[in-house]
């Protein structure tokens, strides 16, 4: 006797699974087509999860209808695997997630990636829950900065969902593309693969409770900022700049995106970053590289606090690169400043939260 696939789901077609009161074929259980190998052969079927009260009967009916329908010579192999409950829809996301806030900037190299970790770990200290998510996909920085580019996030089954398990330290919950793919090796992915991406460590992690989400923001405007506003609340976002003229200038393009009436994303308010270097030796001189307090013109300019001014200090750099940021240690004038800056944004944020309305999640019509 020869076996092909039709012959086996013709005989899981007289089998009637009690959920759905529909045959095994009709319910879509059927995971794949049917693997033959003479007389053997193995099916795979698909339940609504492991507890399924009736998969162990389901399991004996496929079995007893491939021997009564087809041969009882027939060796049969039956695999199972479990639906993962559907993903929330975009307004459901995250319900237990109080605040999130964007640290944004409008060009590379002003250390808004340092301002964002400093920031989730000083208001960690301050004994909030606090969540970090690094969107930045082609460009992640935070597994090295928090000294976890080893670590590989695993994964968790909760209320029927197979979710992704942040990666916890100096009190904060943090996901990143980093920890998916190899540093040493460019990210070459189209911008529906990256957003893609990018939704997958928003929706499909288990970030439980948190009183601020901080999100790390490429540079610039780009798809993953759309995709961001189109997926969450945003409460407000936080623009970092430097003092020079143009980072200046590409800030003002931040803070128009999302002033855009259409994105209304609060601006919580501006960290002008490397605002001054203060040598080690000379602690009472300020040399003002890149010009002086053009982020607290531009703060008053647009009518928006200057939440702090960060100086550039070597072991700035040095922490981060050895995974142990500034905010650590509050006994340093750098580990004051990030405090003083996390207090400023919560300060601002539940002044935001007194005035205005929760931001509505952007909606963009296809053509």
């Known amino acids: 006797m020869t076996l092909y696939p ?32 003479g007389m053997k052969v193995r099916i795979v079927l698909l339940f609504p999860r492991d507890t399924d009260p009736f998969l162990k009967s389901t399991l004996k009916a496929a079995e007893a209808a ?19 409950a559907p993903r929330p829809e975009v307004e459901k996301l995250l319900p237990e997630v109080r605040n999130i806030i964007a640290v944004s900037s409008g060009k590379g190299g002003v250390g808004k990636s ?19 998510l690094d969107t ?32 916890e330290k100096y009190g904060v919950k943090m996901l990143s593309i980093g920890f998916f793919v190899s540093p040493d090796t460019a990210t070459l992915w189209r911008g529906g693969m990256a957003t893609s991406a990018l939704k997958q460590l928003i929706a499909d992690a288990d970030w439980g ?7 790390d923001t490429p540079p610039g405007t780009s798809d993953i900022h759309l995709t961001l506003l189109q997926t969450l609340s945003i409460t407000g976002a936080v623009i970092v700049s430097t003092p020079q003229r143009v980072a200046l200038a590409d800030a003002r393009k ?41 982020c607290k013109s531009l703060a008053e300019e647009m009518g928006v606090p200057l939440l702090a001014q960060i100086p550039i200090v070597q072991s700035i750099c040095e922490n ?7 905010a650590l ?39």
Request: net charge negative.
């Open 6 to 37: 039709k012959l086996i789901t013709d005989a899981l077609a007289t089998v009637v699974y009690p959920g759905t009161k529909k045959n095994l074929i009709e319910s879509e259980m059927l995971a794949d087509t049917p693997s033959i190998n």
């Open 66 to 84: 491939i021997h009564y329908h087809v041969s009882k010579e027939v060796e049969v192999e039956i695999q199972t695997e479990f639906k993962s």
């Open 114 to 132: 340092t301002v964002a970790a400093n920031l989730a770990i000083s208001l960690a200290r301050l004994g909030y829950k606090v969540g970090l």
């Open 136 to 167: 930045d996909i082609f460009g992640p920085s935070m597994p090295k900065m928090f000294g976890v580019e080893d670590v590989c996030p695993y994964g968790v089954h909760k209320d029927g969902r197979d979710l992704i398990e942040p990666v």
């Open 209 to 215: 409770a948190l009183d601020y989400f901080i999100l």
């Open 254 to 294: 931040g803070i128009d995106m999302y002033r855009n009436e259409k994105v209304n994303v609060p601006i919580l308010g501006l960290v002008e970053n490397m605002a001054w270097f203060t040598p080690a030796e000379l602690p009472e001189n300020r040399y003002y590289i890149f010009g002086k307090e053009g």
């Open 320 to 326: 981060g690169d050895e995974g142990t940021p500034s």
């Open 329 to 367: 240690d509050y006994e340093t004038a750098m580990g004051q400043a990030f405090l003083n800056l996390a207090q400023a944004v919560v300060t601002v944020t539940n002044k935001r939260n007194r005035e205005k309305p929760r931001t509505p999640i952007l909606h963009v019509k296809s053509d």
